[in-house]
């Protein structure tokens, strides 16, 4: 099974990157993600077996032990990619908190033997695939207004749709 730990948003995020999105359907085409599907990627692991979900949980348990969740706000939008085939994404602030418990999870995840996506961690929320930005100068004009808590850390299976498997708050 395809297996990914999130960082859940706090509704008013979720409402905040919509609103975003939403302008931006009119002027930037793409493949845009649906509001129910808006996370904060912490590690991505990929193909693992079915009976190794219970470790992955064990993991953000103990990654999670002792840390407070904590305020984000919507900060500028980006993208990743070249040409046509662009991610466009929405950033956060401040990211340190967000970092920080990835570092944590995938700290825990390396402990128990878990192979995973070792990308550095960038905090943002994908708004669309695919997407057709044409001049990347234009998204520092878009404004987005939100702000919210970050609280819950979720694995996810990736199954065409993302299923939540296991939920953990902060404290």
């Known amino acids: 099974m395809r297996v990914f730990i999130a960082l859940e948003l706090g509704e008013s995020l979720v409402d905040g990157v919509e609103q975003v999105a939403t302008r931006l359907r009119y002027s930037v085409p793409g493949r845009y993600c649906s509001p129910k599907s808006y996370h ?64 944590r999870v995938r700290a825990e995840l390396r402990e128990r033997g878990f192979d995973f996506d070792r990308k550095p961690l960038r905090p943002h929320v994908t708004i669309a695939r695919d997407a057709v930005v044409r001049d990347v100068g234009y998204l520092a004009g878009i404004e987005s207004y939100a702000s919210g808590r970050g609280d819950v850390v979720t694995v996810f299976q990736s199954a065409g749709r993302y299923i939540p498997l296991y939920s953990r708050e902060l404290d």
């Open 40 to 103: 904060v990627t912490l590690a991505f692991l990929g193909e693992i077996e079915p009976e190794r979900v219970e470790a992955v949980c064990r993991a953000v348990d103990a990654a999670c032990e002792g840390v407070e969740g904590f305020e984000l706000s919507l900060a500028g939008l980006g993208t990743f990619g070249r040409g046509d085939k662009r991610v466009l994404w929405q950033g956060l602030s401040p990211d340190d908190g967000v970092i920080a418990l990835g570092e």
